[in-house]
């Protein structure tokens, strides 16, 4: 648990990077999947038509909001203006732009390595200390790798 707690701390910093646009376009999806929780029927839609929910994301769990962030983009990628149908019909104003989903897009791909280093040392039935030090390198050398045209302060953050 302290192994992830590290990778906790990385992320926080890192998130304390992110431009006010990344952070905004944050909280925007926050308030997107709490209304689409409060309607029955957006709910109904997504499941409808996307097969899928969009999970809200909670503070104290890493991979909530990479979790939440990934619905929200693959809601979009394969259903075109589903979400925007969903969030209207929740009653919500808000909405993405092309550039949202770019960003978000770029967000996510920088959160899926925090993503799978903190599953694979949550891990309870077997010894994880022994991962740590790859899953570091691991992240390390996929922030490098990373094109980040519009999220480079986030990835400047999240470099370990």
């Known amino acids: 648990m302290v192994l992830c707690s590290f990778l906790l701390l990385i992320y926080y910093n890192g998130m ?3 431009t ?18 409060m309607s029955c029927k957006a709910t109904e839609l997504l499941e409808k038509e ?9 503070a104290t769990r890493l991979n909530s909001t990479h979790t939440m962030l990934d619905a929200i983009v693959k809601v979009e990628e ?6 925007s149908r969903a969030t209207a019909e929740a009653g919500s ?13 770029e967000v996510c791909h920088l ?9 694979r040392l949550e891990a309870e039935d077997v010894p994880t200390s022994s991962l740590v030090i790859p899953a570091v390198i691991g ?5 490098i790798k990373l094109n980040t045209p ?6 400047t953050g999240l470099t370990v």
Do not use: W
């Open 50 to 58: 996307a097969g899928r929910q969009i999970p809200s994301a909670n």
């Open 139 to 143: 992240i390390q050398n996929k922030m």
């Open 20 to 37: 006010d646009r990344i952070t905004n376009l944050i909280r925007k999806c926050k308030k997107v999947a709490g209304s689409l929780h």
């Open 78 to 83: 394969d259903h075109p203006g589903l979400l």
């Open 93 to 105: 104003t808000v909405r993405f732009t092309a550039m949202d989903y770019a960003v978000l897009t």
């Open 16 to 18: 304390k990077e992110a």
């Open 111 to 119: 959160l899926h390595p925090f993503s799978d280093a903190t599953k």
């Open 150 to 155: 519009y999220c480079t302060s986030l990835k």
